[in-house]
């Protein structure tokens, strides 16, 4: 089993919705929580980090921790064309290694 | 910033061939981390170094792979010899010693072998 899972969609909105994006991971001892959003064709850009359960907002972008369920999300808002990328939520523990999820590939149709 | 540098940015090699793939980190990032993505395993961590040591190479496939930081700018990952299933992009990536979540990806290394 892998420690983090992840849908890797694709998943195709019409501009303005709501993108949903979900992982699940296997070990309580990770903390930190991140996701990543990679254009095509590029290396992968922190997006949002968090190391609690709850919420967490930046602009359109909110993060959801649940430590309870292994459970975490991402919510894009009023969603852009220019949001359409592969996002990868990322788990860690004490020792700075990244464990990643395999992406989910986002399209926002004009 | 010019970022993390990688080169090359594409490399198409035949079967048996040594590759080896070069990155420059941020000045002053105290981590290095070689990372590959391929669309069936995603991405993966092969090894990290801390202040040029390495650290865990427990991600690397095979004694095919083997990766050196000579020195706190520079850090190489050779494939020797090559086959065609480590087709992949191969990403470097750092971090500063403070910043614990956050890590700055090169633009990654295209490779082929066919």
């Known amino acids: 089993q892998k420690e983090v899972e992840q849908d890797p969609g694709p998943l195709s909105v019409p501009e303005g919705a709501i993108v949903s994006l979900n992982c699940t991971y296997s070990n309580s001892a990770f903390q930190y929580f991140m996701w990543y959003r990679q254009y095509s064709r590029k290396g992968p850009e922190l997006l949002m980090y968090?190391?609690?359960?709850g919420n967490k907002e930046d602009g359109r972008f909110t993060a959801q921790v649940d430590k309870s369920s292994k459970y975490i999300s991402l919510f894009i808002r009023d969603s852009q064309p220019s949001d359409s990328a592969t996002y990868l939520c990322a788990i860690r523990g004490n020792d700075y290694k990244l464990s990643f999820g395999a992406g989910t590939t986002v399209t926002v149709r004009a | 910033d010019a970022g993390v540098i990688q080169s090359p940015r594409h490399e198409v090699t035949e079967m048996g061939q040594e590759v080896t793939l070069r990155c420059k980190p941020i000045?002053?990032?105290?981590?290095l981390f070689w990372y590959r993505q391929t669309m069936m395993r995603g991405l993966e961590l092969l090894i990290y170094?801390?202040?040029?040591?390495?650290?865990?190479d427990s991600g690397m496939p095979e004694d095919r792979f083997s990766a050196k930081m000579p020195n706190a700018s520079f850090s190489t990952l050779k494939i020797q010899p090559s086959e065609p299933r480590d087709s992949a992009v191969y990403f470097c990536?750092?971090?500063?010693?403070?910043?614990?979540?956050?890590?700055?990806f090169g633009e990654g290394s295209w490779l082929t072998v066919v």
């Open positions: 968090t190391y609690s359960s």
């Open positions: 170094f801390n202040n040029n040591v390495p650290i865990d």
């Open positions: 000045s002053g990032h105290d981590y």
């Open positions: 990536a750092s971090r500063p010693a403070a910043a614990g979540n956050t890590i700055y």
